[in-house]
């Protein structure tokens, strides 16, 4: 286990400040391998859990590192929030993934700052703007972090306050012309919009109601808000389980598809902010259509959209 942990270490470029540190977090890091190969040998789950990159730290230290960039959004009414457009829709195509159509740009990631938040906005301003103009360009979420109203940064932050911005400041900078740093930095708002099309406010999916949901996923890439309890160590499949609903924990990712598994099981497909070796190659599927109103991990409690 410790030729694991060392190779893990060189994997990942990390190294620890002595050697007391070093062992404490090889015995996390052999308690999580532990209990990887104990939930995968059991055969009855839907999911597989792996060694990433979080795999030396325990899931408590994982969610106030990782779930702390949030809040629950909309619980107050905006003057630019706009009603919920897809309410009637009846016919949604069965399974729908908008990588296929051009509309996700590739996975990125937070590194140590809070801002999930920044980063499922972009997500879901980048795919509402490849639909309608046909070309997909790749957004600055540091262009949101730095220069926003709120000023949340890397502490915390609201997908709306996101959505409002880029409407007030009438467009959005590229992330080549205005980069991702992973800290806030000092506004440089003289950057040029790279979007074709006008955000105009944001939408809110009906809390709670998952056939709402499909209806506006079905439409552009949605962000949403989930507990990511389950997510520390998931490697692939179909997340199931008690997953919760902890709202002071939440996390905010971005809805790009969703299906039915070669097992039957219903999905969510999202996108993460947390770099290529994390999940499904940054992706995690989520289960759909589950008894509680709330859906898998909350995911159907807070959604919305930017409106163009």
């Known amino acids: 286990m410790s030729i694991k942990h060392e190779e893990w270490m060189a994997e990942h470029g990390f190294s620890y400040e002595n050697e007391e540190v070093k062992q404490t977090r090889y015995q996390i890091f052999k308690d999580n391998?532990?209990?990887?190969?104990?939930?995968?040998?059991?055969?009855?789950?839907?999911?597989?859990?792996?060694?990433?990159?979080?795999?030396?730290?325990?899931?408590?230290?994982?969610?106030?590192?990782?779930?702390r960039?949030?809040?629950?959004?909309?619980?107050?009414?905006?003057?630019?929030?706009?009603?919920?457009?897809?309410?009637?829709?009846?016919?949604?195509?069965?399974?729908?993934?908008?990588?296929?159509?051009?509309?996700?740009?590739?996975?990125?990631?937070?590194?140590?700052?809070?801002?999930?938040?920044?980063?499922?906005?972009?997500?879901?301003?980048?795919g509402i703007e490849a639909i309608r103009s046909g070309k997909l360009t790749q957004l600055s979420e540091q262009h949101i972090i730095d220069c926003n109203e709120e000023r949340k940064g890397c502490y915390r932050g609201r997908t709306d306050h996101a959505y409002e911005f880029v409407r007030k400041n009438r467009g959005l900078a590229s992330d080549i012309d205005y980069p991702y740093t992973a800290t806030q930095g000092v506004c440089a708002n003289n950057k040029p919009s790279s979007l074709s099309s006008k955000i105009t406010g944001f939408s809110c999916v009906p809390s709670s109601?998952?056939?709402?949901?499909?209806?506006?996923?079905?439409?552009?890439?949605?962000?949403?808000?989930?507990?990511?309890?389950?997510?520390?160590?998931?490697?692939?499949?179909?997340?199931?389980?008690?997953?919760?609903?902890?709202?002071?924990?939440?996390?905010?990712?971005?809805?790009?598809?969703?299906?039915?598994?070669?097992?039957?099981?219903?999905?969510?497909?999202?996108?993460?902010s947390w770099g290529l070796g994390w999940g499904e190659d940054g992706y995690v599927r989520v289960q759909r259509n589950i008894d509680a109103k709330e859906?898998?991990?909350?995911?159907?409690?807070?959604?919305?959209?930017?409106?163009?």
Not at 56 to 67: G, P, Q, R, S, V
Not at 295 to 308: D, E, K, R
Request: proline content about 5%; aromatic content about 10%; some cysteine.
């Open 295 to 308: 859906g898998m991990c909350g995911i159907a409690m807070f959604a919305c959209y930017p409106n163009v």
């Open 209 to 272: 109601n998952e056939t709402a949901l499909l209806a506006a996923v079905s439409n552009q890439p949605v962000s949403v808000n989930i507990d990511p309890k389950l997510l520390h160590l998931y490697q692939s499949g179909v997340l199931t389980g008690d997953c919760g609903i902890n709202l002071d924990l939440h996390h905010i990712v971005t809805i790009v598809g969703y299906g039915v598994s070669e097992n039957g099981v219903d999905f969510w497909l999202v996108k993460n």
């Open 69 to 126: 960039g949030s809040v629950p959004s909309f619980k107050a009414p905006s003057s630019n929030q706009s009603s919920f457009e897809y309410k009637d829709m009846k016919d949604v195509p069965p399974s729908l993934d908008w990588r296929d159509h051009n509309a996700v740009t590739p996975i990125k990631s937070q590194g140590q700052c809070g801002c999930c938040w920044a980063f499922a906005a972009v997500a879901a301003i980048e």
């Open 33 to 67: 391998v532990q209990h990887i190969e104990r939930h995968n040998q059991e055969g009855k789950h839907t999911y597989k859990l792996g060694i990433n990159k979080f795999a030396d730290l325990t899931n408590e230290e994982f969610l106030a590192k990782y779930a």
